[in-house]
């Protein structure tokens, strides 16, 4: 599998945009729920700026707005999982493990929104954009 290197750092530049209101989202949402909450909540808000980016900017798709949206979502639900619990993971035992006090939430929620970078790339360019949803 061969990664068009433009195209992948498009897609990295438009993640980490939207993986930035995803964590600024989740800080905010932070003050009125729980952890675990906002991170759906901010994942979510984060989702609909990066199909916003990815098909403007990436992936030019002229395809079915619908179908290429759910597609989008699909893939996200796998991301979303990932991220979860790796987010969960690094909060309520690898951080406390090395002892680690400060910024947990923002350290242990970076992680889980950084790791299915890769997966999502492969997943938006042959389903969500690519042949399956024209």
């Given amino acids: 599998m061969q990664f068009k290197q433009k195209q992948f750092l498009l897609f990295v530049i438009s993640g980490g945009i939207a993986a930035l209101v995803n964590i600024f989202s989740r800080a905010f949402l ?9 991170i759906i909540y901010a994942y979510l808000i984060g989702m609909i700026t990066a199909y916003i980016l990815s098909r403007r900017f990436v992936f030019m798709s002229d395809h079915n707005l ?4 759910i597609a989008f979502i699909f893939i996200n639900l796998i991301a979303i999982i990932q991220t979860y619990f790796i987010s969960v993971f690094f909060k309520e035992v690898i951080l406390p493990f090395f002892g680690v006090k400060i910024l ?4 242990s929620h970076s992680i889980g929104v950084v790791f299915p970078v890769f997966t ?9 954009f690519g042949k399956i949803t024209k």
Avoid at 104 to 107: C, E, G, Q, R, S
Avoid at 121 to 126: A, D, Q, S
């Fill in 104 to 107: 947990v939430d923002l350290i």
């Fill in 30 to 38: 932070d003050i009125f729920l729980e952890f675990k909450i906002s």
């Fill in 66 to 69: 619908a179908k290429s949206f």
């Fill in 120 to 128: 999502s790339y492969v997943g938006h360019k042959y389903v969500s």
